[in-house]
């Protein structure tokens, strides 16, 4: 069988014309050809654009999405009133990508925050010094019928 491809290889026959002489499919070919890989794929290698915002760009982007101003918008709001103003300083994506690297890609807006309610507690030292009532509902003889305990 190797015989066979270094004979398909110098005669130069397409691909999909030497797969269809072996019986099997390209995508059999193609993995014999390149081996086995063994281990994590490596890391692809980004080819620079000039397009890439610089370190100081983006933190005038972060600077830009946490002033007073945008404190209560979403991001997608940030970079459209900024486009109005005449000022593009990103990408939509972009600015979505600064803010979740920095970990602000949560819900912006000020949010009433509620202490957790504490059960109330009462503390006495003697006899007659704390007194108190509590209403209890009791389970009767049959659903629906309930009993009040008062104390």
């Not at 918008?73 to 593009?88: C, H, K, M, T, V």
Request: hydrophobic fraction near 40%; glycine fraction near 8%.
């Amino acid at each position: 069988m190797r015989a066979t491809f270094t004979e398909l290889r110098a005669v130069a026959v397409p691909i999909s014309r030497s797969c269809a002489l072996l019986g099997r499919a390209r995508a059999t070919h193609y993995r014999h050809a390149r081996g086995p890989v063994h281990g994590p794929r490596p890391v692809r290698a980004v080819p620079e654009n000039g397009q890439v915002l610089s370190p100081a760009e983006r933190v005038a982007v972060l600077t830009l999405i946490n002033t007073e101003a945008y404190a209560d918008l979403s991001i997608g709001q940030i970079w459209a009133r900024e486009l109005d103003e005449g000022r593009y300083w990103c990408s939509a994506s972009s600015m979505y990508r600064i803010a979740r690297a920095a970990g602000q890609s949560r819900e912006r807006r000020r949010l009433a925050t509620h202490p957790a309610k504490v059960k109330p507690e009462l503390l006495a030292g003697g006899s007659s010094q704390v007194w108190t009532w509590d209403i209890t509902k009791l389970r009767g003889p049959a659903k629906g019928i309930f009993y009040q305990l008062y104390g």
